[in-house]
């Protein structure tokens, strides 16, 4: 039973791999989504979004250097990186993106006035959650 339970390395590490790309790029988005924030109400930071802005930042470093050691540890494991299967996630993957910012956009056609500025950052953040939720969702059984 307890077999059973054991990862096999290579899974682990494509998992860990994957969830670690998945918080990188969600840290940079709660980074992006509060400097728009800020963007919007205009002012000197408050001491919450400072916090959670420096929480995301040093979470997204740690995330690089964890995807970074998954992506070491696959190498030394010979692990197949990059298959027809990955290029089918990421492909998958970037359409969901682009549908998130197009979601994203759609109160911007409804004359919703925010910063040019604070616009992009939204957009970009969308992007980055939208494309690492679905490569994590769709290498969930690899």
Not at 61 to 86: H, I, K
Not at 126 to 131: E, F, G, P, R, S
Request: net charge positive; glycine share 6%; hydrophobic share 55%.
């Amino acid at each position: 039973m307890f077999a059973a339970m054991v990862m096999d390395p290579r899974r682990r590490a494509h998992r860990v791999f994957d969830t670690a790309v998945f918080l990188w790029g969600t840290a940079g988005a709660v980074t992006l989504v509060i400097g728009a924030v800020q963007d919007i109400r205009g002012g000197a930071w408050p001491l919450p979004l400072d916090v959670v802005n420096g929480v995301a930042v040093c979470v997204a470093v740690l995330a690089l250097a964890v995807a970074g050691a998954a992506w070491l540890r696959l190498r030394s494991l010979r692990a197949v990186v990059e298959d027809e299967r990955t290029r089918e996630t990421h492909l998958r993957s970037s359409t969901a993106a682009l549908l998130g910012t197009l979601a994203v956009q759609l109160p911007f056609f409804f004359h919703v006035s925010v910063p040019s500025v604070a616009q992009a950052k939204l957009t970009v953040a969308a992007a980055l959650t939208v494309y690492g939720a679905t490569r994590w969702w769709l290498n969930r059984d690899a």
